[in-house]
């Protein structure tokens, strides 16, 4: 049996329940929505995924980080059909009518249906 990948949210860096178009990978701010902590720990470093919104750049990318990606590629089509929304990584992140508890409870299960454990922890992170 193959180990689950881990990966840690902080909340105190986690651009969540905010307009969608400001969101992204990682902001200028530093700030970064949940795929950007997982890309962060998949080895994404920050300028591959500075700005983008759904994905890293292509050109940085391992063929193992390509392929923890692929299921991402689902979950953003999902994100503009609205009967699915909770579906989607990306809506549930940027949805503004879900309490963070809510926000964390929905992407813990979607994050588990990959094989992948979410952990979300107070502070900025290291």
């Known amino acids: ?19 969608a178009n400001d969101s992204s990978l990682l902001r200028e701010d530093g700030k970064r929505c949940c795929v950007g902590f997982y890309c962060q720990a998949l080895g994404f470093d920050d300028e591959a995924t500075r700005l983008c919104a759904y994905f890293p750049l292509a050109d940085s990318a391992k063929e193992n980080q390509t392929r923890a990606l692929g299921w991402l ?23 503004n009518t879900l309490s963070d508890r809510a926000r964390e409870e929905y992407l813990t299960k979607l994050f588990a ?7 979300f922890v107070d502070g900025a992170g290291p």
């Open 113 to 119: 249906a990959q094989g992948i454990d979410v952990t």
């Open 1 to 19: 049996m193959t180990e689950r990948f881990k990966f840690t949210v902080w909340r105190d860096s986690w651009y969540r329940g905010l307009c």
């Open 73 to 95: 590629v689902g979950s953003r089509e999902l994100a503009a059909d609205h009967d699915t929304r909770h579906g989607s990584v990306y809506f549930v992140n940027d949805d």
